[in-house]
Antibody, heavy 119, light 110 residues
Framework: EIQLQESGPGLVKPSQSLSLTCSVT?????????WSWIRKFPGNKMEWMGY???????NYNPSLKSRISITRDTSKNQFFLQLNSVTTEDTATYYC????????????WGQGVMVTVSS | DIVLTQSPALAVSLGQKTTMSCKTS??????????IHWYQQKSGEQPKLLIY???NLASQVPARFSGSGSERDFTLTINPVEADDVATYYC?????????FGSGTKLEIK
């Protein structure tokens, strides 16, 4: 069974960087698909942030392009989110998810991790 | 960016049929496929894929759920509604990047 699990600090100070890890079991991230980060803001708005492909290419939401980086560690079957210069508006629940290529739907999701940006 | 518009909430009685809409700011059809996908998110849980390409039921999703529509106008139907269906339902377009979501429709039981 494919499972994704997010981990990382639940509290980040403004202007610092937010760093999260997604650990994948049941599927090797280099075998296929795009590995995405999505966030859900208070009030329920959802935003796709970006992905890293099985081959290591990335694609980011232009709204975040200057602040976001998605990388991976294939030896640990993990991928990572780094979001720089955070503000209180980055407070959200962050999900990692597997994205089907060509169809572009998310078929497996992590449980999510809530991150609050506050001093 | 493609904007997806959903009504914020609806209330329905158990055993009844309900429909919820998702309207897109541009056509999301290509070669006979509509790049609209639907998710169910229950309180405290992660989203779950329900429907892909507007009308295809995802694995292990009950046949009470169905989807329809084309171009810019899409519908998710639940018939009959069960207590377990209380959730927020999101549509998402996979037609172009950035991928975008609707604001969600919260389903409640009368």
């Amino acid at each position: 069974e494919i499972q994704l699990q997010e981990s990382g600090p639940g509290l980040v100070k403004p202007s610092q960087s937010l760093s999260l890890t997604c650990s994948v079991t049941g599927y090797t991230i280099t075998s296929g698909f795009h590995w995405s980060w999505i966030r859900k803001f208070p009030g329920n708005k959802m935003e796709w942030m970006g992905y890293i492909t099985y081959s290591g290419s990335t694609n980011y939401n232009p709204s975040l392009k200057s602040r976001i980086s998605i990388t991976r560690d294939t030896s640990k079957n993990q991928f990572f989110l780094q979001l720089n210069s955070v503000t209180t508006e980055d407070t959200a629940t962050y999900y990692c998810a597997r994205l089907e290529d060509y169809t572009y739907y998310f078929d497996y999701w992590g449980q999510g991790v809530m991150v609050t940006v506050s001093s | 960016d493609i904007v997806l518009t959903q009504s914020p909430a609806l209330a329905v009685s158990l055993g009844q049929k309900t429909t919820m809409s998702c309207k897109t700011s541009q056509n999301v059809d290509n070669f006979g496929k509509s790049y609209i996908h639907w998710y169910q998110q229950k309180s405290g849980e992660q989203p779950k894929l329900l429907i892909y390409f507007a009308s295809n039921l995802a694995s292990q999703v009950p046949a009470r759920f169905s989807g329809s529509g084309s171009e810019r106008d899409f519908t998710l139907t639940i018939n009959p509604v069960e207590a377990d269906d209380v959730a927020t339902y999101y549509c998402q377009q996979g037609w172009e990047f950035p991928l975008t979501f609707g604001s969600g429709t919260k389903l409640e039981i009368k």
